[in-house]
T-cell receptor, first 110, second 114 residues
Framework: EDQVTQSPEALRLQEGESSSLNCSYTVSGLRGLFWYRQDPGKGPEFLFTLYSAGEEKEKERLKATLTKKESFLHITAPKPEDSATYLCAVRGSGYSTLTFGKGTMLLVSP | NAGVTQTPKFQVLKTGQSMTLQCAQD?????MYWYRQDPGMGLRLIYYSASEGTTDKGEVPNGYNVSRLNKREFSLRLESAAPSQTSVYFC?????????????FGPGTRLTVT
């Protein structure tokens, strides 16, 4: 059974204070690790897909990295508008479904 | 393009009532999914349709039924609503071909069962 654990559950940062969110996973044959952003009252918004260890993807202040056991979402010099819940999900070999973690709630204060 | 649309946005039901949640996509995607999201539980898969004409159970299918009406539409039915089904329901789609399995979500339906 695929498992995804995200930490911390909640993170409070000051504007400009860089940090990282963690996604640890166990999966039989990784076929993709996905990061999403979810704003309150809205559906999750797709950010990145990573397929193999060593891969990195960037978008504005966000950079996602992948190892064989975990992924990090690095947030550089965050702004208040980066406040959201960030979700991680994995797809295992042979499956057309994703397994989601419970998310990290990020709050960036001005 | 509207992407993924869901109706209704909000619904209040009494225990025992039935209703159907509608989902439609204009992304020409093959696969569609229904999730529920509860505080502290994350997103849990209810049912999915890997392709038109097929449906499969997810993690929490009890109390629900689905219909893949055509490639664009996937509905979720609650036959006899229970308070435990109070939740936010999300529909999602994915290309479901090759290596493209990132999912795109609708805005959600907020359901309260009293």
């Amino acid at each position: 059974e695929d498992q995804v654990t995200q930490s911390p559950e909640a993170l409070r940062l000051q504007e400009g204070e860089s940090s990282s969110l963690n996604c640890s996973y166990t999966v039989s044959g990784l076929r993709g690790l996905f990061w999403y952003r979810q704003d309150p009252g809205k559906g999750p918004e797709f950010l990145f897909t990573l397929y193999s260890a060593g891969e990195e993807k960037e978008k504005e202040r966000l950079k996602a990295t992948l190892t064989k056991k975990e992924s990090f979402l690095h947030i550089t010099a965050p702004k208040p508008e980066d406040s959201a819940t960030y979700l991680c999900a994995v797809r295992g070999s042979g499956y057309s479904t994703l397994t989601f973690g419970k998310g990290t709630m990020l709050l960036v204060s001005p | 393009n509207a992407g993924v649309t869901q109706t209704p946005k909000f619904q209040v039901l009494k225990t025992g009532q039935s209703m159907t949640l509608q989902c439609a996509q204009d992304m020409n995607h093959n696969s569609m999914y229904w999730y529920r999201q509860d505080p502290g539980m994350g997103l849990r898969l209810i049912y999915y349709s890997a392709s038109e004409g097929t449906t499969d159970k997810g993690e929490v299918p009890n109390g629900y039924n689905v219909s893949r009406l055509n490639k664009r539409e996937f509905s979720l039915r609650l036959e006899s609503a229970a308070p435990s089904q109070t939740s936010v329901y999300f529909c999602a789609t994915t290309p479901g071909t090759g290596i493209s399995y990132e999912q795109y979500f609708g805005p959600g339906t907020r359901l309260t069962v009293t």
